[in-house]
């Protein structure tokens, strides 16, 4: 397993797999003493210490390491509009299985060298077996093949072991006549590939290939094991239904079978009897010991040890227990451009390939020139120096279009004409939360008279694009019940309730009289598009596009209005008492300051959580509200909501017409986290603490931001509240939560929650029943089926 600490070592963390949900990642290491073996991780990471802990080893634990990474980034100028790429053929890489392990391959097209008894035979060579293939010698001379009955593209490999040993590593090669073999060949070095292949014998080992492969014939050769050759097999690639063969008819078998040497033939005895003992092995002649059976071609009999000479030229041995193990004729290399053949009388020769079609000279094959450089690898120097035409491309954004709505027979169609952008007016938000747009009126209680700077320093903001793009707005559709509408009078339970059409939300319109005695009116609208969410939780975040960062947030803009400037949010640290986050809101001409325990700043007044209500009264372009353990800050005019808690935790929505104009810490919301580390300026920052200190408030942070390790004593005591959720009943959220994730964010919030509580025993106790209860909250929102119901008497909260 690989660990990371993106700091000075408090923390680490797992690299994790691609399961769902994730579970920490084990690497292969090496295999000997001497050859390397290189992993590249799936998803990069920064790290200032890596930590490698060994799971399996052979004899004793030894270990040499080089870590793979980025160097300094050089200067690079990009081109404005038109540039040149290399174009290749594309080519959807499959990752279909191909039938091993559903049955749709069935035992006819599976081929081994050998079988060391009915119960490890070839029919055991799939993946869901309880049994696995074992041949009848452990050599690296024993094979596996499977015959897809036609051309397939094969994209990868996934082997398992069996109870009694397993295959560590192993060769692949493929062919297209079944004579002629092709080694899979490694990308960089050109020789042939060596796969890395189980550690035990039941875990999964995928081995995906780098260029996908054409062949007709896969062989999978063993080539160093544990303990015995065992192993289980599911090749991936473009599945196609394979044709149908003929099955061999049944033949009614002896109720004791008996124990013949391969290939030897012979007539039944009177009442079914056997020629040999149990242990004993009929050749024909005699009986002997199973290693003793001779090698048969056709009538011909060859003694273990024998080489002989078979009639395509072949040269073999007759390996233990009457096993031929064959090669074809060794031809010394002809000249370049000529590939080796050997006549009907087993001689060498030199010959040029057909006519339309190319030689590879790695296996001295020719194959069709329509192959070659296609995308898909037909031998090992196929796709290899392609020569392709770089063709100028130039990139254009995906033009806007409106959405399309349909109504379903009996509503009708009403458009609403869609209005110029005003700045009082909520033009950002759907229908259903889109409150009233009206013109600023004065409150009873208007706050500071004089000038009020709610605006953070100014940040360096991207350079405007050249082309003025106009913004597409788009109508208003809704679908009504196409039908009079209703008289009935506002009686209890005499309305009718909302009716609309699948995928559509009702939603009542906003100028209906509350003084009329009439049903309230409402139009269904198609539903939105899902917001997208950023979380903030101790120093782990998620951006709006869900890439994952850790980085210590003290005085940040978490996110910003790209577009008009009128808003923008901030996470502060505040140390006037004990150290604690407070959440800054500028919104327009206002800014609301949410604080730790509840109470609010509006404008240089102060409010406590019972005076809530009297904020929202006074603007119509917000709302706060007091939801149990949280607060709910709403924006109707410019499309965003917060939940805040007592820890310091954000969960920032913005509504997905805001897509291309919100950034900060929260990343850059386009649906592509390739572009999350985006500065304030536009340009993209290298590493997360660059990212960071880019949307710092100030240059010169204050004392209380610097980075502080959370004392051992108190880290020890998070470790051990965070991982109660691996128990029971809340270890059963595991199937649907990453609950390493989560137990590496409760780290961050534990610690700081301790440290503000220690020696308050009461303070301590809530910040352990805080943690579980996010954890609940987490998995029941992922999944409400699954019972908690008791978990707070388990942990005692």
Known sequence: MVLYSPDDGTNFYYVLNSESPPRPQIFRGSIDPFTPVRQIFSTPFEAKRVRIKPQTWNNAIALRVE???????????????????????????????????????????????????????????????????????????????????????????????????????????????????????????????????????????????????????????????????????????????????????????????????????????????????????????????????????????????????????????????????????????????????????????????????????????????????????????????????????????????????????????????????????????????????????????????????????AFARPEARQEVVEELICPQISCEIDKPPSNLKKVKDQCPPAICQPNFIAVYRDNTDPKSKSCPKYSCYPKPPPDAVCYVTGRTFNTFDNTEFKYDICNHVIGRDLDQDEWDVALKKNCSRTCSRDLAIRHDQHEIILRADFSIKYDGYEYTIEQIKNIGAQNKGFSITHLGSILLFTSNRYGFWIVWTSEGNVKFGVVHKLANKVDGLCGYFNNNPEDDKRKPDGSQARTTADFGNSWALDKEQPVWCESRACPIHIQNKAWEICNKVKEQPLGQCGKVMDIEAFVSRCLDTTCACMERSEGNHTASEQCRCQAMQTFAIDCLSTDSSIDLSDWRMQQDC
């Open 67 to 457: 870590i793979i990474g980025c160097s300094e980034e050089s200067p690079t100028t990009t081109p404005s509009f038109e540039y040149l790429t290399t174009q290749l053929p594309k080519v959807a890489h499959c990752d279909d299985e191909m039938g091993l392990r559903n049955g749709s391959m069935v035992d006819q097209q599976i081929s081994v060298s050998s079988e060391a008894s009915q119960a490890v035979g070839k029919t055991h060579i799939r993946l869901n077996s309880e049994s696995s293939w074992q041949p009848l010698s452990d050599s690296t001379t024993e094979w596996v093949q499977l015959d897809f009955l036609e051309p397939r593209d094969i994209t990868g490999i996934v082997s398992k072991g069996g109870k009694k040993g397993w295959v560590t590593t192993y060769a692949v090669k493929y062919s297209h006549n079944g004579k002629d073999w092709n080694p899979v060949v490694d990308e960089h070095s050109q020789n042939e590939k060596t796969f890395l292949g189980n550690f035990d014998h039941n875990s999964p080992q995928v081995n995906n290939l780098a260029m996908p492969i054409n062949a007709r014939y896969l062989r999978v050769l063993p080539i160093k094991w544990h303990k015995t050759i065992q192993l289980r097999l599911e090749i991936h690639g473009c599945f196609k239904p394979y044709p149908v063969l003929a099955l061999p008819s049944t033949t009614t078998e002896s109720s004791l079978p008996c124990n013949n040497c391969p290939g030897v033939e012979v007539k039944s005895l009177e009442m079914e009897a056997c020629r040999c003992l149990v242990d004993q092995w009929f050749d024909g002649l005699k009986c002997v010991n199973r290693t003793q059976c001779p090698c048969m071609v056709g009538h011909i009999t060859y003694e273990v040890g024998s080489v002989f000479e078979k009639e395509d030229c072949s040269e073999c041995i007759c390996k233990l227990g009457g096993v031929s193990h064959c090669t074809p004729k060794h031809c010394a290399p002809c000249k370049e451009g000529l590939r080796s053949t050997v006549t009907s009388t087993c001689r060498c020769t030199c010959q040029p390939c057909p006519e339309n079609t190319i030689l590879c000279p790695t296996s001295n094959i020719c194959i069709n020139s329509t192959l070659w450089c296609n995308g898909v690898q037909d031998c090992p120097d196929d796709e290899v120096n392609c020569v392709t035409t770089s063709i100028p491309t130039t990139t254009t954004e995906k033009p806007s279009v409106c959405p399309i709505v349909q109504c379903q027979p009996g509503y009708k169609k009403v458009i609403e004409e869609p209005a110029k952008k005003q700045t009082g007016k909520n033009v950002f938000l759907s229908p259903l939360l889109n409150a009233p747009g009206s013109t600023k009126k004065k409150a009873a209680y208007a706050g500071i008279k004089s000038a009020f700077k709610t605006k953070h320093p």
